[in-house]
């Protein structure tokens, strides 16, 4: 884990889809209130909020109190560690197609 507040694995946390939509739906706005949240949802307030316990641990996920209401917003900075262990394997993928690309032109010669 890259930053010091984590307490979570950052692939841990975006494993689950349930999670993966609640980061799309995040970063799709600026703020929402947990009731907003569990409307798109086919599961109860108690359940998205521990998926949004688990992202707030990975450093994913930032919240405030107004009034009664809590309201959540995206925190994409940890999603560089996975955009960086993915942006490996792409340069690996694409050196490994050019040196198949290679080959198959050699043996057509």
Same mark, same amino acid.
């Given at each position: #884990?890259?930053?010091?507040?984590? %307490?979570? $694995?950052?692939? &841990?946390?975006?494993? &689950?889809?349930?999670? !993966?939509? @609640?980061?799309?739906? /995040?970063?799709?706005?600026?703020?929402?209130?947990?009731?907003? =949240?569990?409307?798109?949802?086919? #599961?109860? !307030?108690?359940? *998205? %909020?521990?998926? =949004?316990?688990?992202?707030?641990?990975?450093?994913? *996920? /930032?919240?405030?109190?107004?009034?009664?209401?809590?309201?959540?917003? =995206?925190?994409?900075?940890?999603? !560089?560690?996975?955009? $960086?262990? *993915?942006?490996?394997?792409?340069?690996?993928?694409?050196?490994? #197609? *050019?040196?198949?690309?290679?080959? @198959? +032109? +050699?043996?057509? +010669?």
């Amino acid at each position: #884990m890259s930053e010091s507040n984590q %307490s979570r $694995d950052i692939f &841990d946390a975006i494993a &689950d889809p349930t999670r !993966r939509k @609640l980061i799309q739906l /995040l970063a799709e706005a600026e703020e929402i209130p947990l009731h907003e =949240l569990t409307v798109q949802f086919q #599961m109860g !307030r108690t359940a *998205v %909020s521990k998926h =949004l316990t688990i992202l707030k641990e990975a450093g994913l *996920v /930032l919240d405030r109190k107004v009034g009664r209401e809590t309201r959540f917003r =995206l925190n994409a900075s940890p999603l !560089r560690e996975v955009q $960086d262990w *993915v942006a490996f394997y792409n340069r690996f993928w694409s050196a490994n #197609m *050019v040196r198949l690309g290679q080959l @198959l +032109e +050699e043996e057509e +010669e």
